[in-house]
């Protein structure tokens, strides 16, 4: 597809200009990354989405074939549950597990694990991401919170999205940080490796506090608080002041010989205002074995 811009689109942003000529299962967020890699030019070179229009601007547009509807089926997958009524469920998420399927994995994930254990709860945020207000990476264990209707969906959608909750994290990495400090550094997709983030100068601002509670010959055990949610956030702020994750392949290296196969990463505590009785609630992830032989073999060393 070609456009050429007219003097009544001139001024306007490149993605929103899009938003409104393309079909509308193709998201903003689809039009950023389209964006991003150069399936969208302007004037045959690559542009940002918040570029503003020119008349005359000749936009080149390649965005895929609409993708057929994926059918996410229920899996009996065993869940360690901390808390659950009738509007959410608290799940202490093993590691190992995909949050939730995307159009080349629909099997294996929370979300089938939780479609077996809720029966009603198809339809709530999205066929593929029912119930799902946040996050967690694959090998991140602990605590994440699932709706279970459009009360609750709404209501942590907004707490999360305002920064109303309270996350904190424990994490062994390398090195001997200070006792307590905090990474002010923003991130965004690594320029060249797309499946990165990293800090870079025009990132989002990206806030993480964290405190050195247990020392170790070749490392430390922090307990970290997030101020923002960014993708890999402390995975990535660790390794830009120079103390990657144990285990971390994509920050750092694996540590195979240390019998720790994973990021040792674990969201250890949730806390939120009950969507509808609005009362605080806070849960506490117990470590899974793996991070407690981690810690083990460290003090040993």
């Known amino acids: 597809m070609i456009e050429k811009i007219e003097s009544k689109d001139?001024?306007?942003?490149?993605?929103?200009f899009i938003k409104s000529?393309?079909?509308?299962?193709?998201?903003?967020?689809h039009i950023q990354k389209f964006i991003k890699d150069k399936k969208i030019l302007i004037n045959n070179k690559k542009s940002k989405p918040s570029y503003k229009l020119k008349e005359n601007d000749i936009i080149y547009i390649d965005i895929p074939d609409k993708p057929e509807?994926?059918?996410?089926?229920?899996?009996?997958?065993?869940?360690?549950?901390i808390y659950e009524d009738s509007d959410i469920i608290v799940v202490n998420k093993q590691p190992n597990l995909i949050v939730h399927p995307a159009y080349s994995i629909v099997s294996g994930t929370l979300v089938n694990a939780l479609l077996y254990h809720c029966k009603d709860l198809k339809g709530i945020g999205g066929e593929l991401r029912p119930g799902i207000v946040h996050r967690l990476d694959k090998n991140t264990s602990g605590t994440i919170v699932i709706a279970k209707n459009d009360i609750a969906m709404n209501s942590l959608a907004k707490q999360f999205k305002d920064r109303v909750t309270k996350?904190?994290?424990l994490a062994l990495v390398k090195g001997h940080p200070q006792k307590e400090g905090k990474i002010n550094a923003p991130i965004a997709r690594h320029p060249t490796i797309r499946i990165k983030m990293s800090v870079v100068e025009d990132g989002k601002n990206s806030?993480?506090?964290?405190?050195?509670?247990?020392?170790?010959k070749?490392?430390?055990?922090?307990?970290?608080t997030l101020k923002t949610g960014r993708t890999h956030?402390?995975?990535?702020?660790?390794?830009?002041?120079?103390?990657?994750?144990?285990?971390?392949?994509?920050?750092?290296?694996?540590?195979?010989?240390?019998?720790?196969?994973?990021?040792m990463l674990h969201a250890f505590t949730l806390g939120f205002y009950h969507p509808r009785s609005e009362?605080?609630?806070?849960?506490?992830?117990?470590?899974?074995?793996?991070?407690?032989?981690?810690?083990?073999?460290?003090n040993s060393r």
Not at 69 to 81: K, Q, R, T
Not at 207 to 216: E, M, P, Q, R, V
Not at 236 to 259: A, M, Q, S, T
């Open 10 to 16: 001139s001024g306007k942003r490149l993605d929103l």
């Open 21 to 29: 000529i393309v079909p509308d299962w193709i998201s903003r967020t």
């Open 207 to 216: 806030l993480t506090l964290y405190k050195n509670i247990k020392s170790f």
């Open 233 to 263: 956030q402390i995975r990535v702020h660790f390794k830009h002041i120079g103390h990657p994750l144990f285990g971390d392949e994509v920050y750092g290296k694996h540590d195979n010989e240390l019998g720790i196969y994973r990021q």
């Open 218 to 224: 070749d490392g430390s055990l922090m307990w970290i």
């Open 69 to 81: 509807p994926v059918e996410v089926l229920a899996e009996n997958i065993p869940l360690d549950i």
């Open 167 to 169: 996350k904190t994290y």
């Open 279 to 298: 009362k605080w609630m806070r849960f506490v992830a117990k470590l899974p074995n793996d991070f407690k032989k981690a810690i083990i073999t460290l």
